[in-house]
């Protein structure tokens, strides 16, 4: 349900974009989507490494100014090897962890430079909204392994500082650094983006 809802938003926002820019006295209302994945940093984990996977987009009101909406995945699967002692004897196990991470929100940005042929934009985005973390992890306690897993959900915040590149048309690509404050984490993507501009 919550899906079909974020996905109605969506294009309903891409349907008033369109409208708007077809109008003759509008400005040079743009409307970016994009969809971005790389290497997510995961704080509190075994191994930390994992995947980030966006989709966000942007609806200019102005030369600069822009509203942003962001749908956000996270997924991580690790694992740390122990010893320990059973009966005199060093034995080994692998302790499995892993964590998942949603967000959808919505904020606004700003295009920190851009180019005079328009083709090169360095932006900063900020948005807020509704998140949930779940984990499942094993810890080794008093000689025995124990298991234990975890939702937190609630307020979300995310900020991007990226880079885009328009080589011709509508299509572009793009680099980000993110953060995200989902649950009780706080972690960090370097992605790569590609999208298109109407």
Not at 6 to 18: G, H, P, Q
Not at 60 to 83: D, I, N, P, Q, T
Request: charged share 20%; hydrophobic share 35%.
């Amino acid at each position: 349900m919550l899906r079909r809802a974020f996905a109605a938003m969506a294009f309903a926002t891409m349907f008033v974009a369109n409208v708007s820019a077809q109008e003759d006295n509008s400005p040079r209302y743009g409307f970016y989507s994009a969809i971005e994945t790389g290497y997510e940093f995961f704080s509190k984990t075994y191994r930390n490494s994992g995947q980030s996977l966006d989709l966000n987009t942007r609806y200019y009101f102005g030369e600069r100014v822009y509203g942003a909406f962001l749908l956000h995945g996270g997924f991580y699967s690790g694992g740390k090897r122990v010893s320990y002692d059973a009966g005199g004897a060093q034995r080994e196990t692998t302790l499995r962890n892993e964590l998942n991470e949603w967000m959808a929100g919505v904020g606004a940005g700003l295009d920190l430079y851009r180019s005079t042929t328009g083709r090169s934009t360095v932006y900063l985005t900020g948005t807020v909204g509704y998140g949930m973390n779940t984990e499942e992890k094993e810890v080794f306690v008093s000689g025995a392994e124990s298991y234990f897993d975890r939702k937190h959900k609630g307020f979300a915040a995310a900020v991007a500082a990226g880079y885009d590149f328009k080589p011709g048309g509508c299509l572009f690509f793009g680099a980000a650094v993110n953060g995200y404050y989902i649950g009780d984490r706080v972690n960090f993507a370097a992605n790569i983006r590609v999208g298109l501009s109407f």
